[in-house]
């Protein structure tokens, strides 16, 4: 199901400049027994996506009755289905778009931005990857650096869809990214984590990336805990000498990876305790 600007539609003004030049950003929400997950850590990441790219600010009260309204066809959807596999939950995407309008790339006579809800089914696969666990392959192509947009979810997708496309050309269901001097960044869809001994390390995203929101809530977790969280630049065989590795994202939640590329790893005791406390 699709809403434009709180209608029930499918289709978009020609001139959206979300279309013409991915301007704009998006979340991806998990939708559980009827709430929005972490609901203000995606709020804050949109508002702070809209900052950097000088998008006029969203009014939340009238965003929140259209998303209110995604959430009771979501509630109406499982209601009605006869498969109640992971009928608990859904996901909801908020897509906003500086608007229509506009000349080249000049950002003047843009009346407001348009704002696009859509709403899908939990991926039937992402509880077979949180019990057994993800198998990686390693993207050839690289990240650029872009530190204006490093952390942000914006609307230029470009280098993950040709990478997830090079994963797929591959027979791999997913792909490590490296940047262009070689750093691990992520995967085409997740945040990474892995530890060694004691110590959980995670990639810095000041320079490319996206900085996922249950990236923030594992970091949240395991600050409460005995553990050391390290965040720096870290290379290829640093992550393969991991006693365990992870991933995650807002839909996935945290999944162990069990290899990457010909690296096998074990599901270890942190992955296991962070999928108790934060998947839904």
Request: charged content about 20%; aromatic content about 8%.
């Given at each position: 199901?699709?809403w ?9 003004d020609i ?9 704009g950003c998006?979340?991806t929400?998990l ?9 203000h850590d995606?709020?804050y990441?949109?508002?702070e996506c ?5 998008i ?8 929140n009755?259209w998303l ?6 979501i509630?109406?959807?499982h209601?009605?289905s ?5 009928s ?10 500086r608007?229509?309008g ?6 003047k ?7 696009t ?5 939990y991926p039937?696969?992402?509880a ?10 390693v ?8 530190p ?9 997708r470009?280098?993950?869809v040709?990478?997830k496309?090079?994963m797929?050309?591959?027979?791999e ?8 001097l070689?750093?691990v ?5 997740a ?8 110590v959980?390390?995670?990639?810095q995203?000041?320079q490319?990336?996206?900085a996922g929101?249950?990236?923030?809530q ?6 409460q805990?005995e553990?050391?969280v390290t ?8 992550v393969?000498q ?10 996935l939640g945290?999944?162990p990876?069990t290899?990457?590329?010909e ?5 270890g005791?942190?992955t296991r ?7 839904s």
């Amino acid at each position: 199901m699709f809403w434009v600007d709180g209608e029930s539609q499918q289709t978009i003004d020609i001139l959206d400049r979300s279309f013409q030049y991915g301007d704009g950003c998006f979340t991806t929400m998990l939708v559980s027994n009827g709430e929005i997950e972490h609901f203000h850590d995606h709020q804050y990441r949109v508002d702070e996506c809209l900052k950097t790219l000088r998008i006029s600010a969203l009014d939340w009260n009238v965003v929140n009755v259209w998303l209110a309204r995604a959430i009771q066809h979501i509630q109406n959807c499982h209601h009605e289905s006869a498969n109640k596999s992971n009928s608990r939950k859904a996901g909801i995407k908020l897509h906003v778009s500086r608007g229509a309008g506009g000349r080249g790339y000049s950002t003047k006579n843009i009346a407001k931005p348009t704002i696009t809800i859509s709403t899908f089914d939990y991926p039937c696969h992402y509880a077979e990857w949180q019990d057994n666990g993800v198998e990686l392959g390693v993207c050839r192509q690289a990240l650029g650096l872009s530190p204006l947009l490093a952390g942000h979810k914006h609307n230029n997708r470009l280098e993950q869809v040709l990478m997830k496309d090079e994963m797929d050309q591959a027979g791999e269901v997913d792909g490590l990214v490296l940047d262009i001097l070689g750093n691990v960044i992520e995967t085409t869809m997740a945040n990474l984590f892995w530890r060694q001994g004691d110590v959980i390390y995670t990639p810095q995203l000041t320079q490319s990336g996206v900085a996922g929101v249950m990236r923030k809530q594992v970091l949240t977790t395991l600050n409460q805990t005995e553990l050391s969280v390290t965040i720096a630049d870290y290379c290829l065989p640093q992550v393969m000498q991991a006693d365990e590795v992870f991933i995650t994202n807002s839909i996935l939640g945290v999944a162990p990876v069990t290899r990457i590329s010909e690296t096998q790893f074990d599901i270890g005791t942190v992955t296991r305790s962070l999928q108790g406390q934060l998947n839904s």
